[in-house]
């Protein structure tokens, strides 16, 4: 039971560059989000999904995309990479009222 | 505007001592208030959780209180160890009925032997 997996771990791009994060779960969570993590901004959303197939916008979507297809993924997507887009992203899932996140280890991401 | 605040600088505490985290927020009506603790390179951990109607939450060596007068939640961390130096978030549903958590900086926890 592996939780919440992200690939890849690390990455660098360089500028203009395009990439995909996945997220994996195996609890069969209907929510499913993608936070970035940036030093004194904390965690702060950018898409998250309420079930397969749906997608919304959080706080900061601008130069993401993503989509969740089957309901055990959610991908974040970057089209064309910025360096303002250096960070350090999670994903998280949610299953019900009473408990909380469980996030993924993390995709530490340089845009250079 | 809307703000969850959490002390930017790093608690230093001695083995045994009981650490208090402190988190306030504005303008928002939270459901309720979570915790989380994250360690270097990796992602949060939950920990505890308390509804606006609950004034205090335990959980082993772990206590939440949270006053929606005070418009604040304290964290507390008895008989510390050195394996509870860690990050400690804490974060809000903004009582819009649906599972989207705001979350505040964090507050680092150092705990000396």
């Known amino acids: 039971n592996a939780g919440v997996t992200q690939t890849p771990k690390f990455r660098v791009l360089k500028t203009g560059q395009s990439m995909t994060l996945l997220c994996a779960q195996d609890?069969?969570?209907?929510?499913m989000y993608w936070y970035r993590q940036d030093p004194g901004m904390g965690l702060r959303l950018i898409h998250y999904?309420?079930?397969?197939?749906t997608t919304a916008k959080g706080e900061v979507p601008d130069g993401y995309n993503v989509s969740r297809l089957k309901k055990q993924n959610f991908l974040l997507g970057l089209e064309s990479a910025a360096p303002s887009q250096t960070s350090v992203y999670f994903c998280?899932?949610?299953?019900?009222w009473g408990y909380g996140y469980t996030f993924g280890s993390g995709t530490r991401l340089t845009v250079v | 505007s809307q703000k969850i605040e959490q002390n930017s600088e790093a608690l230093n505490i001695q083995e045994g001592k009981t650490a208090t985290l402190t988190c306030n927020y504005t303008n928002y009506s939270p459901a309720y208030l979570q915790w989380y603790r994250q360690d270097p390179g990796r992602g949060p951990v939950f920990l505890l959780l308390i509804r606006e109607n609950e004034k205090e939450k335990r959980k082993e060596r772990l206590k939440v209180t949270f006053d929606t007068t005070l418009k604040q939640s304290l964290f507390h961390i008895t008989a510390s160890q050195p394996a509870d130096s860690a990050t400690y978030l804490c974060?809000?549903?903004?009582?819009?009925?649906?599972?989207?958590?705001?979350f505040g900086t964090g507050t680092r926890l150092l705990v000396s032997p």
């Open positions: 998280a899932t949610y299953s019900s």
């Open positions: 609890m069969n969570h209907e929510y």
């Open positions: 974060a809000l549903v903004p009582g819009t009925g649906f599972q989207k958590l705001v």
């Open positions: 999904s309420v079930g397969e197939g």
